[in-house]
């Protein structure tokens, strides 16, 4: 079935550091990326949505300039968040469309847990 | 605006008995889809089952069973025979009409925690 490598599965960085999240589609042209947060026992939130080739477009209140997201390929996807601040320690999973007969369209990431000391 | 509402925080079952976990929508598309999700406590989403909005029959996946009720717009998940590795969490969502600028997003619920009893 279609897979979605997501790296790094967790990180710990100091305050005012980035840190890259990458999700790479292994078996299939993931042409759009949702990259979501989460905290502990809480729902998924979206944060932005990217199209290879094109600027990500983010959903309100989230911060641009913050969470960077580039789709360069057809195949990776990168989420950096700039400048770190142990508010920002959350769960980050991605999820690509596609392909259709799997798993009903979406493909996740295994998530990578971000800890901001 | 789409929402998803599971109005569970926690549910417990006992092994090998059924479970029913609430999910109540709201959209004004014609065409959309319902999916469940289980994540255990590794994060990863474990994909469960899919209806899609035109589909006449609940969908149907081993023990995972979809309770589709489109006139009351609820879409619950039905666990049938539960084992201990079903303790997760649960989440339902809906996937907006693909189109303009929508790109087809997953919008999810609350999520259920569910605990499966010996």
């Known amino acids: 079935g279609a897979v979605v490598s997501q790296h790094p599965s967790w990180v710990i960085c100091k305050s005012g550091t980035s840190v890259k999240i990458e999700c790479r589609s292994l078996?299939?042209?993931?042409?759009?990326m949702f990259w979501y947060r989460q905290f502990p026992k809480q729902s998924l939130m979206l944060m932005a949505t990217s199209n290879e080739g094109s600027k990500a477009t983010y959903e309100q209140g989230v911060e641009k300039d913050k969470f960077l997201i580039n789709h360069a390929s057809l195949t990776l996807s990168t989420l950096t968040v700039t400048s770190a601040h142990p508010e920002d320690s959350s769960f980050y999973i991605c999820?690509?469309?596609?392909?259709?007969?799997?798993?009903?369209?979406?493909?996740f990431g295994s998530g990578t847990r971000l800890t901001v000391v | 605006a789409q929402k998803i509402t599971q109005t569970q925080p926690g549910m417990f079952v006992q092994e090998k008995e059924a479970v029913t976990l609430d999910c109540t929508y709201d959209?004004?598309?014609?065409?959309?889809?319902l999916f469940w999700y289980k994540q255990p406590s590794s994060g990863e989403m474990i994909f469960l089952i899919y209806?899609?909005?035109?589909?006449?029959q609940n969908a149907t996946e081993g023990r995972y069973s979809l309770n589709f009720q489109k006139a009351r717009k609820s879409a619950n998940l039905v666990i049938s025979a539960s084992q201990l590795g079903d303790s997760a969490m649960y989440f339902c969502a809906m996937r907006d009409h693909a189109g303009g600028t929508s790109y087809g997003k997953l919008t999810f619920g609350q999520g259920t925690i569910l605990t499966v009893h010996p």
């Open positions: 999820s690509a469309r596609g392909p259709r007969d799997s798993q009903s369209g979406y493909t």
């Open positions: 209806q899609g909005s035109y589909d006449e």
């Open positions: 959209t004004s598309d014609q065409s959309y889809g």
């Open positions: 078996d299939f042209q993931a042409t759009t």
